[in-house]
């Protein structure tokens, strides 16, 4: 059997899609819809940067700054999402399915196929919260999918604060839809796969808050 990577397939068909990479021999139309994601990726992540999204501890420090630092923070935090946009892709895509190749006995090209599905739905998740955001003018610590707001009631530090920002409810789909995958991929214990993509993701919102929590001004 030949598997057609299709993004929107594994998202909407998950069934369908996990039996057909399942029993796949041979795969088709990677590269081309590697391509599609790395594009989409940039252009979401420089729409976010161009309308400020995720530079609240910049916008803090407006008042205190001349206009030469200003435009150069602007410039700083639309180029960060840029390269941003670059980067996310390629760690979560290729990274992501390295560290479950070495943990799991999955063959690495069905990982990556895997992954791209699950970006794909990250990348819907920061479409929509981008005019959401835009509208409602707030930052993503009051992201609504989020633990954020509730976490603002109970805590003082901004770094938790970030940390459970990075918590939402497309974030518990993307651990289902992946366990969903994997489970059936692999021979290990459904338990043991399950607690490495939770302890992944984990990682991964620790690493994000940590990033949130960096002030711009500190590079300007």
Known sequence: MVYQVGVLKGILEPYRSRYQLQNAEAVTKLGLKLLYLYFLSLIVFAIGG???????????????????EFEAAKLLILSGNIVTGILTPSIYIFLAALFFWIVTDIPYIKLVIV?????????????LLVPLF???DIGSDANPFSFGIISQYFLRSD?????????????????ALQYFYLKEFSDRNNYLVLLMIVLFYLATWFVKAFLAYIQVGVFV
Request: no cysteine.
């Open 50 to 68: 161009y309308f400020g999204i995720g530079s609240e501890s910049f916008s803090k420090e407006i008042t205190m700054m001349s206009a030469n």
């Open 115 to 127: 992954q791209m599905i699950l970006f794909g739905l990250q990348l819907v998740e920061k479409t």
């Open 134 to 136: 835009v509208l409602m």
């Open 159 to 175: 770094y938790f604060i970030h940390f459970f920002s990075e918590i939402t409810i497309f974030q518990f789909l993307i651990i």
